[in-house]
Structures are given as structure tokens and as C-alpha cells.
């Protein structure tokens, strides 16, 4: 052997006990050193706002209400309206009792429960949603952008909490629906964590809605739209004819399955094409013109 090569042999094992480990060896490895703790970050407000004293109690109306406690600090992270830039908001909150229904309350002016402020809500939630990035590196791009520290877990309760503040849109959309004119369904399988199941889309020319079902049995499409008196268009699932109301099978969906038989059938002579004057398709009218003549 060289002895200018006895060094870089020694080097290439310079740490090779540290990448394994022994239940009997006579040599002494390396202990890693400790974790440390995880620095907390403090966040100081960049504005104190004071929320008013209420003029009655919410509950019965009452004049005589009082100071009932101490007073209460929270802190919103928010987005400023011409940029992204963090800024942090502090209320400070009295709590207050009412002499005659002895009910305890908070000031007025304060009506987001966490301490986040609904524009980082809806900007991670639009960055789940629309651009489909995981949760976990949602967090991580927040606390890199705007030096907070919040968690993947953080940014699930986000999502909970914009599907509880637009329940009452949602629930509207769906009724607006179902009382239109016209209305596209379809629904499609997926998969999820418990297994499968199935997502239903009901759309208009301006507007749209989805809801989930864990079968494809179509119950609550029928009563949902037990009421409706405009034009249906759909495949050809048969739960759909039950729905009473002027219907028109989507076109689309017909092309398809007659793609699927030819290629299945490829020499079935009774999957030819038809002359013009017998085609089915030269008579069909569109929706809006079954619209326009009632």
C-alpha cells in the first residue's frame, strides 16, 4: 500500500460508527447531542384596538350590565388589503354580566373566535383547494413567508372552520339549484381514506355545487330536487328518471358509450352507422330550446 493512500482510507471511515448500531462493540461510538428545544416565537401586536362597552345585554335587552371579570386579550394574524404582509391585531375584550338575567357576555365588535383572522383562513384554504398543495407544506410556507409558527394540524382546523362559515352559502346554492331552469348532474367515483364513494355535481350555466355520498344510490339527489320543474340533463343512470320533470340525456355521454360498444363489438353489424334522415340526433333539440317552448 501507499503510504500517501493510508490517510484517505482511514478518512473513509471516519463516522462509519455513528451510522450503525452494535449490540456488542469493543469500540466507544459518538453520543449525538441533545435536541434542543424549539424556540417559541413571540409575535408582538402592531396595533391595540379596545372593543366598546355594550349599550345592553344581547340576551334580554337590559340597561344594567356591569364589569364581570378581568379582561381579555386576543391576538389576530391578518392580511393587509392592497398587499400580503403580516400584521397583527389586538383586541382587548372586557367581559360583562347583566343584573337581570344574570347572563355573562363579551363586548361587542368581536366576532371571529380564533386567532387567526379569516384572510389567513381563506389563504390557505385557497392554496388546498385551487392549487391542491398539501397541508403540511401549507404550514411550512407560512412559517418560512411571514415567520409564524403554525402546524399542519393548524391548517386542517383552518379548512373546519371556512366549511363552517360558508355552510349557510352553501346551503343557499344548493336550494338556488335546485329551483333554476336548467340543471347539468353527474357524478363520478373517488377514493378516500375509508375506501370509496362517490361525488355529485349539480351546475348551471353561472353557477355549481358538489356534495358527497359514500354509495352511488341516488336518494338524496331525488329529494333534493323532488321540486324541480326545470330541464335535467343527465347520463343514462337510471336513478335519474325518477326525478319528474322534462328531462334531456346528455349527448356527450350517448358518443361515448357508442364508442365503448364499437370497440367491444368492433364487427356487430347492428352498431353501423344509420343514414342521415333516420338519425335520431337530427330531430333533438337542446335544452334551452325545451325551455323556450314550455
Same mark, same amino acid.
Given at each position: 500500500m501507499? /503510504? =500517501?493512500l493510508e490517510a484517505i482510507n482511514k478518512a473513509a471511515y471516519w463516522d462509519y460508527q455513528r451510522e450503525r448500531v452494535y449490540v456488542k462493540s469493543r469500540y466507544k461510538t459518538k453520543c449525538r /447531542? =441533545?435536541?434542543k428545544a424549539k424556540r417559541r416565537i413571540v409575535l408582538r401586536p402592531? $396595533? #391595540? &384596538?379596545?372593543?366598546p362597552r355594550p349599550s345592553k345585554c344581547p340576551a334580554c335587552n337590559s340597561k344594567l350590565i356591569y364589569r364581570h371579570g378581568g379582561k381579555r386579550s386576543a391576538t389576530l394574524i391578518e392580511f393587509m388589503r392592497h398587499g400580503v404582509k403580516r400584521w397583527i391585531t389586538q383586541y382587548v375584550i372586557q367581559r360583562y354580566r347583566c343584573r337581570a338575567c344574570l347572563r355573562t357576555f363579551y363586548s361587542p365588535g368581536w366576532h371571529w373566535t380564533g386567532k387567526y383572522g379569516p384572510d389567513l383562513v381563506a389563504y390557505t384554504v385557497y392554496q388546498n383547494i385551487e392549487l391542491r398543495i398539501p397541508q403540511s407544506l401549507i404550514a411550512v410556507g407560512i412559517n418560512q413567508l411571514f415567520g409564524l409558527d403554525i402546524t399542519r394540524n393548524m391548517t386542517n382546523k383552518f379548512k373546519s372552520a371556512a366549511a363552517q362559515i360558508y355552510?349557510? +352559502?352553501y346551503n343557499e346554492l344548493l336550494k338556488g339549484l335546485s329551483r333554476g331552469r336548467l340543471l347539468h348532474i353527474d357524478e +363520478? #367515483? &373517488?377514493s378516500i381514506k375509508e375506501g370509496s364513494g362517490y361525488v355529485w355535481v349539480l351546475t348551471t350555466m353561472e353557477e355549481? =355545487?358538489?356534495f358527497? +355520498? /359514500? $354509495?352511488r344510490e341516488g336518494s338524496k339527489i331525488q329529494s333534493m330536487l323532488k321540486n324541480f320543474s326545470g330541464v335535467l340533463v343527465t347520463d343514462f343512470y337510471a336513478s335519474y328518471n325518477a326525478v319528474e320533470c322534462p328531462q334531456q340525456k346528455c349527448l356527450i355521454h350517448l358518443v361515448r358509450d357508442l364508442n365503448e360498444e364499437l370497440l367491444k363489438h368492433p364487427y356487430d353489424d347492428g352498431l353501423i352507422p344509420v343514414p342521415l334522415d333516420q338519425n335520431p340526433c337530427a330531430h333533438w333539440r337542446s335544452p334551452m330550446d325545451m325551455m323556450r317552448q314550455g
Open positions: 501507499f /503510504p =500517501a /447531542p =441533545a435536541r402592531n $396595533t #391595540s &384596538i379596545e372593543c355552510e349557510h +352559502t +363520478t #367515483s &373517488i355549481v =355545487a358538489y358527497y +355520498t /359514500p $354509495t
